[in-house]
């Protein structure tokens, strides 16, 4: 049979400089909906890359004393560097100074010139560097940009992309698709704020630098960011407006989900749409604006000091801790929370109490009681909590969550199957068992559940902590772990099993942060 196509994408991350857990928590959050769609038995096409034009790169690599090339290609491959770390398991790493890129831009901005959506004119305005944007009068607070940047007045020739003839269009889409933004918050919000009144036309192009992908039929002018960096979603699968759709294309375009912060929700779901309307090519099924992650409850911030490095949070908790808080942690529509302690404190109640511990204890436990050796044995439920009905149902109800993107939710399934399955053991007491002659087949009716509990739970645990996953498969001597194995409960096979290892260390707090400190302080 013939898999689905399933296309996501990230936003492409801007390679102005090394980013942040805030950034590159969007890309864990779409490496698990990806390896989730992959063993759901979808062909999957994941695409994320680096943004690498604009006014701030080229300023930023002057100061480097190095060309915007140079610059960038060291920021990508750091952030490529960053998302391997950190298991990203992308199918394709798109820069905007590819070569195939910029010819289909160039080629995409003659197109809309050609037919009239765009048009040369004057651009007169504030302007903030730091955002690359123009900037409201109204936006403007004791002379500074809502960002804190002092924005400059600029006066400079400049393409305009007409975005009034599509506005009605647009909000018929989205009225009969009322998904294509989500989570709802963000569509009420875009509808009210930008979409009920008319839309002034959009300045595509700049003359003030030149670091960028020349307007090829003007001298001077460079595409601006808008049109350049969003149409990487269809470049990136080999479009360009005056040749045949490409395989690629044919078989991903419309993209599924195109994952984005909350702070770019107008370019995804205004002007790229209307773009895309433009040209002629169907828009994406569903923009995701996900929340912030913040910091004591504050936004991110350099001259704050309270940046968290992705490399930094490795080197204190190991990959899977981190990809295990910013995906639990996050909610799906609210600005998550991230701290030291809160990190502690979640890596040693789920992952060291919960998790590791169900694991460390069932396989401690065949070992005392069995000599490790493990035999398949089901019978009636003894007791009132039964790990078969429960696991069996969990699978279901996380494809419904990360249907709708609900990526915390569905992992926090797998996580209530193992605190489940922890209170199996409280309630069947195996060491009470273990000591009655007459309840020795009651006994590996419990460890057996227990180990094909820890069978499912090491499926289930793939899209989200994968190398911890790989370690319990390896613990509990299982080589399958496809979603199918799930179907049924009792394929786990009689075996001898390895000595149990530690998963997760669990953390003193005050130990741990001392430890912390002591080594930013270091930095």
Known sequence: ?????????????????????????????????ARFKRLDGYDVFFQTGTDEHGQKIESKASNNELSPQAYVDHISSEIKRIYDKVNVSYDQFVRTTDKRHIKAVQAIFKRLYDQGDIYLGEYEGWYSIAEEAFILEKDIVDGKAPNGDIPVWTKEAAYFLRLEPYRQ????????????????????????????????DLSVSRTSFKWGVPVEFHEGHIVYVWIDALSNYITGLDYHPDQVASEAFKKYWPADVHLIGKDILRFHTIYWPIILMALGVKLPKQVFGHPWILVNKG????????????????????VDP???????????????????????????????????????????????????????????????????????????????????????????????????????????????????????EVLDHVLYHLLETIRFVAVLLQPFIPETSKRIAKQIGISDLSFDTTLTFGNYPSQTLGKPEVLFERYDLAKKLEEILKDRNEQ
Request: hydrophobic residues 40%; without cysteine; negative net charge.
């Open 1 to 33: 049979m013939e898999k689905k196509p399933y296309y996501l994408t990230t936003a492409i991350a801007y390679a102005s400089a090394i980013p942040h857990i805030g950034n590159v928590y969007e890309a864990i959050l779409a490496d698990a909906i």
């Open 169 to 200: 269009r647009l909000l018929d889409h989205i009225e009969k698709h009322p998904e294509f933004i989500e989570p709802e918050s963000r569509r009420n919000e875009m509808i009210q704020n930008f979409l009920k009144e008319p839309l002034p």
């Open 299 to 318: 936004k991110m911030s350099k001259s704050v000091g309270n940046v968290l490095y992705t490399d930094d949070l490795v080197r204190y908790f190991g």
């Open 322 to 440: 981190i990809r295990y808080y910013v995906l639990h942690e996050i909610p799906y529509a609210q600005d998550g929370n991230i701290t030291f302690e809160l990190l502690i404190e979640r890596n040693n109640s789920d992952l060291a109490n919960t998790i590791g511990n169900l694991v460390n204890r069932t396989i401690g436990m065949a070992h005392k009681y069995r000599q490790g050796e493990v035999k398949k044995t089901i019978l009636s439920e003894p007791f009132e909590l039964s790990l078969a009905e429960k696991a069996l149902e969990v699978l279901p109800q996380m494809r419904k969550l990360m249907d709708e993107l609900k990526v915390a939710d569905a992992l926090e399934e797998v996580v209530k199957l193992a605190r489940h399955a922890n209170k199996y053991i409280d309630v069947s007491e195996p060491w009470a068992l273990f000591k009655n002659p007459d309840k020795q």
